[in-house]
C-alpha cells in the first residue's frame, strides 16, 4: 500500500509541474470585514480556542482531485456541503467539483487536456457560483467530461461572499458562521504528507516548489489551520484533512515565499 500511495503522490507532483495558473487572476486588497454581496458581517466575539467541522456535522470523505487541476473546485464543493449541513442537519448533499471546473470555469472549452491542465481561479469560482448556481452530483472521474454538462442542472446558488481579512477574522467566521475557502502555496513534500493529529504541515523549502493549492479551511487549533484537501482519505491524518502551520505556505494572510504574491481566502454564505 505504501508503494502505491507514493507512486500516487509523484504522479501528482509531476502533474502539478505542468499545471497552467488559471488565465485571470484576481488579487484584491484585503478589506474590514463585510459581506458587501450578501449584507453580513461576522459575530465579534472571541474566537474559541478551537474549531473542528468535522466534530459539528458529518463531513464527507476527502475526495481525490487525481492529476487534474481541479483542486479549487473540489474546495467550493466541499464548502458548500459543510454549509448545507449546517443549515439542514442529517440531509448531506454530494455537490459537483467537475460541474464547478467544467461546466463553469471552462464553459465552451472541449479541450480535455486543456480542461485539466489550466485551474480555476477562486475569486472567479465564486462569482460563477453566485451567478449562475452550483450542480448535485457524484463526479466519477476528474475533470467532468464537457459532454456531461447538459446533463446537470443548477441546484443552488450563492448568496454571497468576501475576503477574509486577517487570522483573527479568520478565525471568527470558521466558529461563528462556517468553512472558508483559500488558496496556498504548497512544495514536493506536501503531496505525500502524513501526519498525526497533533502535528502540524510546514513546508521543506529545500523539496520543489512553490506550487499554487486551493483548499477548504474547516477549523484552527493551537498548532495552525485545519484543512480538507482533495488528495483522498489516505492523505494527511487519514481522513485526507490535515493542519497547516501558523505562517506557513500563504495560507490565511501567511506571508508568501519571494517568488509569490499574498493570496486569496474568502468567506462563503448560501442562498436560502
Known amino acids: ?39 453580513e458581517s461576522a459575530d465579534l466575539a472571541s474566537p474559541p480556542p478551537s474549531v473542528d467541522w468535522r466534530t459539528l456535522v ?5 475526495h481525490d482531485q487525481g492529476t487534474c487541476n481541479t483542486c479549487t473546485s473540489f474546495s467550493l464543493a466541499s464548502a458548500i456541503e459543510i454549509l448545507w ?11 459537483s467539483a467537475g460541474y464547478i471546473h467544467t461546466c463553469l470555469g471552462h464553459a465552451g472549452t472541449d479541450d480535455a487536456a486543456t480542461i485539466c491542465s489550466l485551474g480555476v481561479d477562486l475569486y472567479a469560482g465564486l462569482r460563477l457560483l ?9 463526479d466519477p472521474s476528474s475533470p ?23 487570522a483573527n477574522d479568520a478565525k471568527l467566521l470558521l466558529a461563528n458562521a462556517g468553512p472558508l475557502v483559500a488558496d496556498m502555496y504548497v512544495w ?13 504541515y510546514s513546508p521543506d523549502l529545500s523539496r520543489a516548489g512553490p506550487y499554487l493549492h486551493s483548499v477548504c479551511v474547516i477549523g484552527y487549533s493551537g498548532s495552525g ?11 494527511g ?4 484533512c490535515a493542519t497547516i502551520a501558523y505562517g506557513a505556505c500563504a495560507l490565511l494572510g501567511a506571508p508568501p515565499p519571494s517568488s509569490g504574491v499574498r493570496r486569496q481566502s474568502f468567506s462563503v454564505r448560501l442562498a436560502g
Open 1 to 39: 500500500m505504501a508503494n502505491a500511495i507514493d507512486r500516487k503522490a509523484l504522479q501528482r507532483v509531476r502533474a502539478y509541474r505542468t499545471f497552467r495558473f488559471p488565465e485571470k487572476t484576481y488579487i484584491e486588497p484585503l478589506t474590514p470585514f463585510m459581506h458587501a454581496e450578501s449584507g
Open 58 to 62: 458529518s463531513i464527507a470523505p476527502a
Open 85 to 95: 449541513l449546517r443549515d439542514h442537519p442529517g440531509a448531506p448533499i454530494s455537490v
Open 130 to 138: 453566485k451567478s449562475r448556481g452550483f450542480a448535485l452530483g457524484k
Open 144 to 166: 467532468l467530461s464537457p459532454g456531461a454538462c447538459h446533463a446537470l442542472q443548477g441546484s443552488g446558488r450563492l448568496k454571497g461572499f468576501a475576503p477574509v481579512q486577517s
Open 188 to 200: 514536493e513534500d506536501f503531496f505525500s504528507f502524513r501526519n498525526q493529529p497533533s502535528s502540524a
Open 225 to 235: 489551520w485545519l484543512v480538507k484537501n482533495s488528495f483522498g482519505p489516505t492523505w
Open 237 to 240: 491524518d487519514g481522513t485526507g
